[in-house]
């Protein structure tokens, strides 16, 4: 199993521009996450789902967009890209009968 | 509003001493408390997590110790090894389907050899 996956690890991108980052995991969990992890801040929750066709809005949704169409991907979108965008990316997973979540790699987004 | 305050923000311990972090929380319904460890470039990942109707949890040299009525959880680990330098965070939840869990900001712990 290769757990929770993130394409790409690494992005810059220029003010304005719009990309989508891809979460895949083989667990057959319910739940995933998007997180933004900066220096001094923590881990804050983007978005998450709590199944296939559901989302909803973390803690900063804002400038971010998600979509769910596949139980086993969660696609994270920034329409126009700030540069207070820039930070590290972690997507996470979840099963229904466990609070455990499970972490991918990250990306690191870089804005200009 | 901060939910979930970690202090401190960097610790430096001597191999073989004694690392310990601390949380509070504020929401009362928090009913699941665990804590991450995250390595430089890596996603972060579970160490250890206790509920609140026990007071203390040992796994290995990692000990959460928990008190209730105070709303405040703390990461032990004993015989501190430089293998265990990384950034840990406390992090809180309901227990309900869901929901997410709320994250401290983080201590970054530098065991020196």
């Known amino acids: 199993n290769a757990g929770v996956t993130q394409t790409p690890k690494f992005r810059v991108l220029k003010t304005g521009q719009s990309m989508t980052l891809l979460c895949a995991q083989d667990?057959?969990?319910?739940?995933m996450y998007w997180y933004r992890q900066d220096p001094g801040m923590g881990l804050r929750l983007i978005h998450y789902?709590?199944?296939?066709?559901?989302?909803a809005k973390g803690e900063v949704p804002d400038g971010y967009n998600v979509s769910r169409l596949k139980k086993q991907n969660f696609l994270l979108g920034l329409e126009s890209a700030a540069p207070s965008q820039t930070s590290v990316y972690f997507c996470?997973?979840?099963?229904?009968?466990?609070?455990?979540?499970?972490f991918g790699p990250g990306t690191r987004l870089t804005v200009l | 509003q901060q939910q979930v305050k970690q202090s401190p923000q960097s610790l430096i311990v001597q191999k073989g001493g004694i690392s310990i972090i601390n949380c509070a929380y504020e929401?009362?319904?928090?009913?699941?408390f665990p804590w991450y460890q995250q390595f430089p470039g890596k996603g972060p990942a579970l160490l250890i997590a206790?509920?609140?109707?026990?007071s203390e949890k040992k796994e290995g040299r990692f000990t959460i110790s928990f008190n209730k009525s105070a709303k405040q959880f703390s990461l032990h680990i004993m015989d501190s090894q430089p293998g265990d330098s990384a950034t840990y965070f406390c992090a809180a939840k309901v227990n309900q389907a869901g929901t997410a869990l709320i994250f401290g900001k983080g201590t970054t712990l530098s065991v020196s050899s």
């Open positions: 996470a997973s979840s099963p229904t009968y466990s609070n455990e979540q499970f």
């Open positions: 929401n009362t319904a928090f009913d699941y």
């Open positions: 206790i509920r609140p109707d026990v």
């Open positions: 667990m057959n969990h319910e739940y």
């Open positions: 789902s709590v199944g296939e066709g559901t989302t």
